[in-house]
T-cell receptor, first 114, second 115 residues
Framework: KQEVTQIPAALSVPEGENLVLNCSFT??????LQWFRQDPGKGLTSLLL?????REQTSGRLNASLDKSSGRSTLYIAASQPGDSATYLC?????????????FGKGTRLSVIA | DTEVTQTPKHLVMGMTNKKSLKCEQH?????MYWYKQKAKKPPELMFV???????INESVPSRFSPECPNSSLLNLHLHALQPEDSALYLC??????????????FGPGTRLLVL
């Protein structure tokens, strides 16, 4: 059964720092991996989607990497801002076996202090 | 338009009430999902519809009844809920459930409180 783990569970950094969020998954048989952002009490916003054949994706100050063989992904946030404060969720889509919903990690709660 | 909309944003209901949550998308997506999320927990999948047919029911109690009237709409009918059902209910859609490369888009959620 696929399991997704995110470390750390919470992180507090001063504004301007570069930071890395980690995600690991137990089964490398995945279609893709997706990083989401969630503000308190709100829905999920998709940040980056990495296909299983890709190594990384970039969007603005965000860069996500994928090492499928080792079951790891990282989300790199450059020059962090207070507006980046949110919970970041990692989710993998296992290869199809008829029904393959996303498997989520528990998230990393990020606080960027001005 | 890459938006999934949900109504209402907030809902308070008693345990004897009947209410419905609504979700709508106009991206032409053929897969739609209901998730339940408790505070400080990741979303938990409840139901998946693919081409307007229920394809996954994650052992959800019958007091939750999904409905997909057409490819753009997804409802969740609520009846005789319990206080522990209080949560954020999220709707999502993707182009095709079996097209694993597609991003899943989420709505803003409905915050439900059962008294």
């Amino acid at each position: 059964k696929q399991e997704v783990t995110q470390i750390p569970a919470a992180l507090s950094v001063p504004e301007g720092e570069n930071l890395v969020l980690n995600c690991s998954f137990t089964d490398s048989a995945i279609y893709n991996l997706q990083w989401f952002r969630q503000d308190p009490g709100k829905g999920l916003t998709s940040l980056l989607l990495i296909q299983s054949s890709q190594r990384e994706q970039t969007s603005g100050r965000l860069n996500a990497s994928l090492d499928k063989s080792s079951g790891r992904s990282t989300l790199y946030i450059a020059a962090s801002q207070p507006g980046d404060s949110a919970t970041y969720l990692c989710a993998v889509r296992p290869l199809p076996s008829g029904n393959t919903p996303l498997v989520f990690g528990k998230g990393t709660r990020l606080s960027v202090i001005a | 338009d890459t938006e999934v909309t949900q109504t209402p944003k907030h809902l308070v209901m008693g345990m004897t009430n009947k209410k419905s949550l609504k979700c709508e998308q106009h991206m032409g997506h053929r897969a739609m999902y209901w998730y339940k999320q408790k505070a400080k927990k990741p979303p938990e999948l409840m139901f998946v519809y693919s081409y307007e047919k229920l394809s996954i029911n994650e052992s959800v109690p019958s007091r939750f009844s999904p409905e997909c009237p057409n490819s753009s709409l997804l409802n969740l009918h609520l009846h005789a809920l319990q206080p522990e059902d209080s949560a954020l209910y999220l709707c999502a859609s993707s182009q095709d459930r079996l097209a694993g490369g597609q991003t899943q888009y989420f709505g803003p959620g409905t915050r439900l409180l059962v008294l």
